[in-house]
């Protein structure tokens, strides 16, 4: 099973920052290259200009639902981390 997630960021410079959370708080997160499988899912994570690419790839259903789950808990934080910079920038 396989889903295919993109996300878009204001510019490339933060798509960049993005993907550098992302791989660092998931270790199987690997920038085009074949992803390390864990036990039941695995994610991929291409930046492509401004987007993010993200395909999750799993074994069964539950796994996938859990990975993209996980992914888009991430993504949050990364989207919230970002506005409150750019919250306090313009103050």
Do not use: H, N
């Not at 708080?25 to 992803?35: I, M």
């Not at 291409?46 to 888009?72: M, P």
């Not at 991430?74 to 919230?80: C, F, G, S, W």
């Amino acid at each position: 099973m396989k889903a295919l997630i993109e996300t878009g960021f204001a510019d490339e410079k933060t798509a960049g920052k993005a993907l550098a959370v992302l791989k660092s708080a998931v270790p199987e997160a690997e920038d085009g290259d074949d992803a390390e499988s864990l036990s039941r899912a695995s994610l991929r994570v291409e930046r492509q200009g401004k987007q993010l690419l993200c395909e999750v790839t799993a074994k069964d259903f539950t796994a996938l639902r859990a990975r993209v789950t996980s992914l888009f808990r991430d993504l949050r934080i990364v989207y919230d981390a970002e506005a409150v910079v750019r919250e306090s920038k313009g103050k």
